[in-house]
DNA sequence: GCTCACATGTAATCCGTTACATGATTCT
DNA sequence: AGAATCATGTAACGGATTACATGTGAGC
């Protein structure tokens, strides 16, 4: 068998937390993993067939009314090839690209007030994110209360203190950038 | 004229900060943008290419002995470009792509002990990284002397800092993992 | 003589996004 | 009647990685 891409595991978590179609699969993903792993609609509907190709799930017509729909499960084959990549070790998939950071980077280039705007923005664009965030986080915590699946809420509210820490860097950069001319460089 | 993607950007950025050839820049960015930008050779010399016909750099032979060498300058028109991109407004490519938190995110399906070497190898990475980054710091900041720039060498602390706020969470995840079972959720 | 750093490229492939396409049900 | 939500897919494209391919120069 194939190896599994990372967004093959994305959709066997989320069916073994109980999401029954590529539709519930997206929308869930869309208030929790996005934030550090996205997936769109063009990945899972093929990918849930493969899955289903290598025995890992099964799926079931499950209409809705008239309205066509397919309701998968996960194999105990399917559980098992979860929990592999649930404690694989060796070192996995991490990746940022950061767009603010890189031109932050070059911004010896800019003037003052330049630079001071760019920082602004980037500020900006995390604190969207983190109000984002926290609107989820009363679902996730409810979720938690019901479930006793701790992880999600530990996860997002990772996701939370994330955005803070950019803030903050963003903050201390506006003012020293404000501040009278330091003379030392790093930290 | 074609939308150029944010990796001709960093060959524009890397060609004003000194970088004369592909090799070069590619050098550059893997001690620096790398962490936030990371660029390949199959990237770079192509683009080169489109960023000549574009008249946005300009490139004549430079050869080293026998070996072949093209050096490449800025034009006044991919300094403008430049600059346009750094002081651009509206929202940048921001992604993250992060195995270890989506893991945990799955992680209920755990046992503690699981969790627990999780956490631990996901640390591991961290401290990795940032022992890679310190190692650079020097260079960084003696760069920094010489030239006066100071943004390469922001982004570097800002990266030590990224890597400590992920070192971070993971140990006080882990001691409250180890902890006597907890009653509530959040932070 | 060997290895490492310098230097430049192409081809195949993979992964992901965006746009396109369709249709039923529920809510207002 | 119309909009939003539920539900499933395909096609085209773009961006990036990996593997392949080649050759010089400098230092040991």
């Given at each position: 068998?194939?190896?599994?891409?990372?967004?093959?595991?994305v959709i066997l978590g989320m069916l073994r937390r109980g999401a029954r179609n590529g539709y519930e699969i997206k929308s869930r993903a869309d208030v929790s993993t996005r934030f550090f792993w996205a997936i769109s609609y063009s990945q899972?509907?093929?990918?849930?067939?493969?899955?289903?190709?290598?025995?890992?799930?099964?799926?079931?017509?499950?209409?809705?009314?008239?309205?066509?729909r397919q309701a998968y499960t996960l194999t105990a084959a399917g559980?098992?090839?979860?929990?592999?990549?649930?404690?694989?070790?060796?070192?996995?998939?991490?990746?940022?690209?950061?767009?603010?950071?890189?031109?932050?980077?070059?911004?010896?280039a800019l003037d003052r007030e330049e630079q001071l705007e760019l920082l602004h923005?980037?500020?900006?664009?995390?604190?969207?994110?983190?109000?984002e965030l926290e609107r989820i986080e009363p679902t996730a915590r409810a979720r938690f209360d019901e479930s006793g699946d701790r992880f999600p809420l530990l996860t997002l509210?990772?996701?939370?203190?994330?955005?803070?820490?950019?803030?903050?860097?963003?903050?201390?950069?506006e003012r020293r950038l404000t501040e009278p001319q330091p003379i030392s460089g790093g930290t």
């Open positions: 068998m194939e190896e599994l891409g990372t967004t093959a595991y899972i509907y093929p990918e849930l067939k493969r899955l289903e190709g290598a025995g890992l799930i099964e799926g079931e017509a499950d209409p809705a009314g008239g309205r066509r559980e098992e090839t979860l929990h592999e990549w649930l404690t694989r070790d060796g070192d996995f998939h991490l990746e940022l690209r950061h767009e603010g950071v890189l031109r932050l980077f070059f911004a010896d923005s980037m500020r900006a664009e995390h604190e969207r994110a983190r109000i509210d990772m996701g939370i203190a994330y955005q803070g820490f950019f803030i903050d860097v963003c903050e201390r950069l």
